[in-house]
């Protein structure tokens, strides 16, 4: 690593996946590197994340193929590592039109229909094939102690303008989520995708997931971590209601468990919103703004956790540009 580089200071703005994620990517190729946010870690989007790498509700473009394939290669090596939270596992995607997107099978080596018997009512197909699955609380935890090891600071502030930080960066990373346009001010594109969970302790001892992103009744996917599964969910854009709707998670509940019944013998440990940040492409470029040097990073809208490392590595090397 050059010199030079380990002398530029960096603040980045967001401590949800995407910020840890660049915080750590940075810190470990020498920047000093300091994270400001106005949430805890666990109190972010991110943490209300499924979390499965699989591109929901995301950019579909080369550059975030590239995004996705660097940050599988990364989850599968920190897979080895058992107390990151990161596991890798089999599961399927269930199929309900001809024309479902299978590009994520492109990335994964052993995918594969599944079998035609095993499919639920209804369905036309399922790609099926192991991908990391993250149990949030725990890697973020880990992620964020990592940072600390590697000398990052973490302020807690709300940040107003980017201006306050005329004289403290070299570098200014933006990776508020969903609100990155409001803080550059050129950019109201970014939108919320409402999302409710419903947190179920594994008992059941499950280990595969399963989505079924058009089943009539609404969205279904069951995501078992290490001692808990997510189960979902809907997925409502421009809604940016915070509270839990009680009705709706009955209703995850009963569609979900009738694609998988042991979920029926599952203690409910928490209801969970969240929203998500969307916008048609991620903002993923690096600007001038009102004299500070700004590397935008946001807009990662259902694929934040899937895309995070590819998107580290990036903002990494749009620093050296
Ligand atoms: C129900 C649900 C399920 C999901 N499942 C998956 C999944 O399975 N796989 C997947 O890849 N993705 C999933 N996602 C999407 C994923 O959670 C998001 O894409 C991701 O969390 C976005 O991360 P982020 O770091 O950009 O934003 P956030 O996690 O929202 O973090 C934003 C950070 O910016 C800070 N911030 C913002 N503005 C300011 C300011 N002005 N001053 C100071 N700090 C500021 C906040 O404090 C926070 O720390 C899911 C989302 C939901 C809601």
Same mark, same amino acid.
């Given at each position: ?12 703005? %967001?401590? &949800? ?6 915080? +750590? ?10 994270? *400001? ?7 972010? *989007? ?82 099926a094939g192991t991908v990391p699955v993250i149990t949030m609380p725990t890697y973020l935890s880990w992620l964020r102690g990592q940072c600390t090891n590697l000398s990052v600071r973490f302020i807690e502030r709300t940040v107003k303008s980017l201006s306050e930080f005329t004289d403290e960066a070299d570098v200014v990373v933006l990776a508020a989520g969903l609100r990155g346009g409001e803080l550059l001010g050129d950019d109201d594109s970014v939108y919320p995708i409402r %999302? ?34 997510? *189960?979902? %969910?809907?997925?409502?854009? +421009? ?60 807009? +990662? &809208? %259902?694929? &934040?956790?899937?895309?995070?490392? &590819?998107?580290?590595?990036?903002? +990494? ?5």
């Amino acid at each position: 690593m050059p010199q030079l580089l380990s002398s530029q200071k960096v603040t980045v703005i %967001g401590a &949800g996946v995407i910020g840890l994620s660049t915080a +750590h990517e940075l810190a470990s190729h020498g920047y000093q590197v300091t994270v *400001v946010s106005d949430q805890d870690t666990l109190q972010t *989007v991110s943490s209300v994340s499924a979390a499965i790498w699989f591109p929901y509700h995301s950019e579909n473009s080369p550059a975030a193929d590239l995004l996705l394939s660097r940050t599988l290669s990364r989850f599968q090596a920190l897979s080895l590592i058992p107390e990151t939270g990161v596991d890798l596992r089999f599961g399927m995607d269930i199929e309900r039109r001809a024309d479902a997107d299978r590009s994520w099978t492109n990335f994964v080596a052993d995918s594969a229909p599944a079998e035609p018997e095993i499919l639920p009512e209804g369905a036309l197909a399922a790609m099926a094939g192991t991908v990391p699955v993250i149990t949030m609380p725990t890697y973020l935890s880990w992620l964020r102690g990592q940072c600390t090891n590697l000398s990052v600071r973490f302020i807690e502030r709300t940040v107003k303008s980017l201006s306050e930080f005329t004289d403290e960066a070299d570098v200014v990373v933006l990776a508020a989520g969903l609100r990155g346009g409001e803080l550059l001010g050129d950019d109201d594109s970014v939108y919320p995708i409402r %999302g409710q969970v419903v947190r179920l302790a594994n008992t059941v001892g499950l280990t595969e997931w399963i989505s079924d992103d058009d089943h009539p009744d609404g969205v279904i996917y069951v995501i078992p971590r290490r001692d808990d599964i997510i *189960v979902g %969910g809907i997925d409502v854009d +421009h809604d940016s209601n915070p509270e839990v709707d009680p009705q709706t998670s009955i209703d995850i509940l009963k569609r979900a468990t009738t694609l998988v019944s042991a979920l029926a013998d599952c203690e409910v440990l928490e209801h969970k919103v969240g929203l998500r940040p969307a916008r048609e492409t991620i903002r993923l470029e690096r600007l001038d703004v009102q004299g500070v040097s700004v590397i935008a990073a946001y807009g +990662h &809208g %259902g694929g &934040g956790v899937t895309m995070s490392w &590819g998107t580290a590595q990036r903002v +990494h090397e749009l620093m050296g540009s």
